[in-house]
């Protein structure tokens, strides 16, 4: 297993909140952008560590950017006071690592919920992704993700512009080419703990969608899955509330 780093945390709700969520961000994020759903939890009595991964916000840099190093970080990391996550959420990139370290260690978390997860890559999502980090790194301003993304909310906007500034463009560009063959399937096949698909929309674009997430599905009764129509990629980002709906619908 690759050689784990310590990831940066920025929290929500109670340190003494008896319930405790992991977030994780998508490939060239950050872990404030997880703020939808930190606010969300801390409102409903939860504490929320949100990380930086490896290469991104203000998380150390390496060498290694593939989904195993990824994964080992997590899987590192735990509540403050130890133990197991009552929850973890994952997003694109994020659900992927978080698969895997899911599948490593059935004690590292309780529950799994999954924003639109990275966990087969085609060769047209690849396309798809390398274009949109492009265009991040471009022109990381604030009026430039404004004026692509013009029905986000200021704060998204901002912290979008702001995750781009913090990356590093050589990892976010290593983590497609360390990983050539972009699969999680299995992980996911094996996971022993309720997880929950929340999909964006393949009408908008969705990376789970058609016939790989079905599979993914199907191969495991313990995953189960919801769509949030309208949706691009990230779904707490173009439809918030409906995917926060989404959220309260799995934990009720």
Same mark, same amino acid.
């Given at each position: =297993? ?15 909140? #008896? ?14 952008? =997880? ?14 560590? *949100? ?7 203000? *998380?150390? $840099? ?42 490593? #260690? ?19 999502? $690849? ?9 991040? @790194?471009?022109?990381?301003?604030? $009026?430039? !993700? $404004? ?38 399937? #299995? ?20 990376? @789970? ?7 993914? !599905? ?6 189960? =899955?919801? !769509? ?12 918030? #509330? ?11």
């Amino acid at each position: =297993m690759p050689a784990a780093v310590t990831l940066p945390r920025l929290s929500w709700g109670s340190p003494d909140a #008896d319930r405790r969520a992991l977030l994780v961000h998508g490939l060239g994020s950050n872990g404030p952008l =997880m703020w939808r759903y930190g606010v969300a939890l801390a409102d409903a009595g939860w504490r929320a560590d *949100a990380v930086d991964l490896r290469g991104h916000g203000t *998380a150390p $840099r390496t060498l290694d950017y593939t989904l195993a190093a990824y994964g080992a970080d997590l899987a590192a990391s735990h509540p403050r006071d130890g133990g197991s996550w009552d929850l973890v959420i994952g997003h694109s990139l994020g659900g992927a690592a978080a698969t895997l370290a899911a599948a490593s #260690d059935p004690s590292w978390t309780r529950r799994l919920i999954l924003i639109d997860p990275a966990l087969s890559l085609t060769d047209h999502d $690849r396309d798809v992704v390398r274009a949109s980090q492009e265009e991040s @790194f471009a022109d990381p301003s604030v $009026r430039a !993700v $404004r004026a692509s993304h013009p029905h986000w909310h200021e704060q998204d906007v901002e912290l979008k512009a702001l995750s781009a500034q913090q990356a590093s463009r050589w990892a976010v560009e290593q983590t497609s080419t360390q990983n050539p063959v972009w699969d999680v399937t #299995d992980a996911a096949a094996a996971l022993s703990v309720p997880t929950h698909v929340i999909a964006s929309d393949p009408e908008v674009y969705s990376i @789970f969608a058609g016939k790989p997430a079905e599979a993914v !599905v199907h191969a495991n009764p313990r995953i189960t =899955m919801s !769509v949030v129509s309208g949706a691009g990629h990230s779904p707490h980002r173009d439809k918030p #509330d409906a995917t926060i709906g989404a959220l309260r619908a799995v934990l009720a």
